[in-house]
T-cell receptor, first 112, second 115 residues
């Protein structure tokens, strides 16, 4: 049973436009959510995170929105750049020093 | 962000041999480190939680006698794949959360190919 779901395996966006990556989760006990960017044969790179007590966190071009009632979060990238092309993983964890539960990832392609 | 290194970055070995993978936190201490595995076109799956000074805890379906974990210091955890078989070929990644933070930082991963 997958607790973190990224239902779109891929997304294609034009350079300069907004990229919206979605993530749903099933366990309401998750306390913290993170987004990672990953290239093939490399480890995930941390992008941005959000605590369950917040509904928005912004860092430069990246904004994460959390809707707890819907158990849904999204990552907005604006403006999108070709260098943003990668696989994006949504991850969640419970409180404390606990491991991450990952979604299956969404491959973002930003077209120049 | 914090830096986590892994060594080696890739390794090819013969079936039946053992391979050791190191995970180091370079600029912080980590009482806990996590080991994940990623098969092609799949997500990262947690294998085990490595605890400094105590035994690792393994996820269901992960053989603790096959995947030996040693967290000997606050900056180093090792994963040894014993008697490796071709089905163990995968991308192994470790992560560590700096104390007092909520974020986990990942190593660059180790590509293991067992012939």
């Amino acid at each position: 049973d997958q607790q973190v779901k990224q239902n779109s395996p891929s997304l294609s966006v034009q350079e300069g436009r907004i990229s919206i990556l979605n993530c749903d989760y099933t366990n309401s006990m998750f306390d913290y959510f993170l987004w990672y960017k990953k290239y093939p044969a490399e480890g995930p790179t941390f992008l941005i995170s959000i605590s369950s007590i917040k509904d928005k966190n912004e860092d430069g071009r990246f904004t994460v929105f959390l809707n707890k009632s819907a158990k849904h979060l999204s990552l907005h990238i604006v403006p999108s750049q070709p260098g943003d092309s990668a696989v994006y993983f949504c991850a969640a964890r419970f409180s404390g020093n606990t491991p991450l539960v990952f979604g299956k990832g969404t491959r973002l392609s930003v077209i120049a | 962000g914090a830096v986590v290194s892994q060594h080696p970055s890739w390794v090819i070995c013969k079936s039946g041999t053992s391979v050791k993978i190191e995970c180091r936190s370079l600029d912080f201490q980590a009482t806990t480190m996590f080991w994940y595995r990623q098969f092609p076109k799949q997500s990262l799956m947690l294998m085990a939680t490595s605890n400094e000074g105590s035994k690792a805890t393994y996820e269901q379906g992960v053989e603790k006698d096959k995947f030996l974990i040693n967290h000997a210091s606050l900056t180093l955890s090792t994963l040894t794949v014993t008697s490796a078989h071709p089905e163990d070929s995968s991308f192994y990644i470790c992560s560590a959360p700096p104390s007092g933070t909520d974020t986990q930082y990942f190593g660059p991963g180790t590509r293991l190919t067992v012939l």
